[in-house]
């Protein structure tokens, strides 16, 4: 009787497995080169993402947002919406990234910089 745990073609698969995920994991990201702020879908501010920036954005329904621009990347620091999840966001930096607060209809996405990579393989 064997009583191997896994078979050789097993054993190749989780070996390529962990191979893409860790390439995966080191894959170059994309920096960001602006920052936009939109309020209610509507563009209200472009801003370089290597200059330090503090805005105030008045959003909807009279909720306001201190956004904060520092060492290449953008955050919520103050925000009066009740659920302040944008101000829990971690700082983004990376083309397509994007802090969302919803009461005050307001988005802020990082966009630019240079792709180093495929947004997806097909197979």
Not at 45 to 61: F, Q
Not at 77 to 90: K, V
Request: hydrophobic share 45%.
């Amino acid at each position: 009787m064997d009583r191997r745990l896994f078979t050789a073609r097993e054993l190749l698969c989780l070996a390529v497995l962990a191979l893409v995920l860790v390439a995966w994991a080191v894959w170059p990201k994309s920096s960001g080169a602006a920052v936009v702020v939109q309020r209610g879908g509507g563009e209200i501010g472009r801003y370089p993402l290597d200059v330090p920036a503090r805005v105030e954005v008045s959003g909807a329904n009279g909720f306001s947002l201190t956004v904060v621009v520092q060492d290449g990347a953008v955050h919520v620091e103050n925000s009066t919406c009740p659920d302040l999840i944008c101000q829990r966001h971690a700082p983004i930096s990376r083309s397509d990234q994007a802090i969302i607060c919803l009461p005050g209809q307001v988005s802020i996405s990082v966009e630019g910089g240079e792709r180093r990579g495929p947004d997806a393989y097909a197979g």
